[in-house]
């Protein structure tokens, strides 16, 4: 009789052990002549020695499983502990499984770009509008990375524009502060990652969110770095954001030109940065449309009628600014 102690990494042990640990009562119903006790992220084992390395390799298959599709169902496990390949699901596209075990998947062919641009280079540019799917198919795309570990940290920043970047006047503590800026990338972790594990990792700074000015003076290696909202960087910030590169990291930065929230005397470091790096070898750019969103059908209309408003607006001023021109020479005329 031997004793075994095996540690579940990478997995939210509530999902490997079911509701009301079934699934741990499914594995001891499965192997009857091991004692089986789990407790926390630690399973502990006693039994016989060859009933135990069969044991081992099975949990471990399970742990990947679970890793991989954020779910553990009955089915998969007698499957698994059986000898036979689970049902899972059908891979196709798929970047990562949600926590409830749904696929997630670019759903545009924009979103695809994507997807291969992150492959093929080590910098990217997402440019899109609002609901376009560039942020969520970006946090995707690092969560797999962490999961296949080929990264070892996820680092997601915005620029706090509303508040200038000076976070003084709010109230709380520095998290409280700069969280309302963060939410909707905490929001899209929370799709992907199990809540403890989520936690888990924001602990240990395995993932990172700050505020863009939190940036300065880093050298980001073995991560995935994100900058949302790129818009509303200035040239100085984006440049100092795009020069915290180091080694074995991938940039994305995704913003939206036509939201840009700046004063009208700056100029938007992301669309100064598209003119200046393109054509750079290791740099992909992917401009996403509306045909790309994937959010409410109202998103698309609401879209549309801002695109025709702005349109009107730019052809009222053209007219506006040639009748001038008109009233000038004729003013010019009548002096003569």
């Given amino acids: 009789m031997i004793e075994k102690l095996i540690v579940l990494e990478d997995i939210d042990p509530v999902i490997f052990y079911g509701v009301n640990n079934a699934n741990v009562q499914l594995i001891k119903s499965l192997y009857p002549k091991l004692r089986i006790v789990a407790r926390g992220n630690v399973i502990k084992v006693l039994g016989d020695e060859e009933e135990m390395c069969a044991f081992e390799e099975n949990i471990i298959a399970l742990q990947k499983y679970c890793a991989q599709y954020n779910s553990l169902k009955e089915e998969v496990i007698i499957d698994i ?3 036979n390949a689970p049902q899972a699901e059908k891979a196709g596209n798929v970047i990562v499984f949600s926590v409830t075990g749904k696929p997630i998947i670019p759903r545009s062919e924009n979103q695809l770009k994507l997807v291969e641009g992150f492959a093929k280079n080590d910098m990217l540019f997402a440019i899109g509008p609002a609901g376009s799917g560039k942020t969520y198919t970006a946090i995707a795309l690092a969560v797999r990375a962490l999961k296949e570990k080929e990264i070892k940290k996820i680092i997601l920043s915005r620029p706090a524009v ?61 991560a995935v770095v994100i900058l949302d909202e790129a818009q509303n960087t200035s040239a100085q910030q984006i440049k100092m954001f795009l020069t915290r590169m180091g080694m074995n990291t991938k940039m994305i930065v995704t913003g939206d030109i036509t939201q840009i929230d700046l004063p009208s005397s700056q100029t938007s470091g992301l669309v100064q940065a598209m003119k200046i790096l393109k054509g750079v070898k290791g740099i992909s750019f992917v401009e996403l449309n509306k045909k790309d969103i994937v959010r409410h059908k109202l998103v698309e209309r609401i879209v549309d009628a801002y695109e025709k408003f702005d349109k009107e607006v730019k052809e009222d001023r053209y007219k506006k600014i040639e009748e001038e021109k008109k009233n000038h020479l004729n003013g010019v005329i009548r002096n003569l």
Avoid: H
Avoid at 200 to 206: G, I, Q, S, T
């Fill in 81 to 83: 502990i059986k000898g």
């Fill in 162 to 222: 509303e508040a200038g970047e000076k976070l003084g006047f709010l109230p709380g503590d520095m998290k409280e502060k700069i969280d309302p800026y963060l939410q909707p990338l905490y929001d899209a972790l929370q799709d992907m990652i199990p809540a403890a594990k989520l936690k888990e990792y924001m602990e240990l700074n395995v993932i990172q969110i700050a505020p863009l000015a939190f940036m300065r003076g880093r050298t980001l290696n073995d």
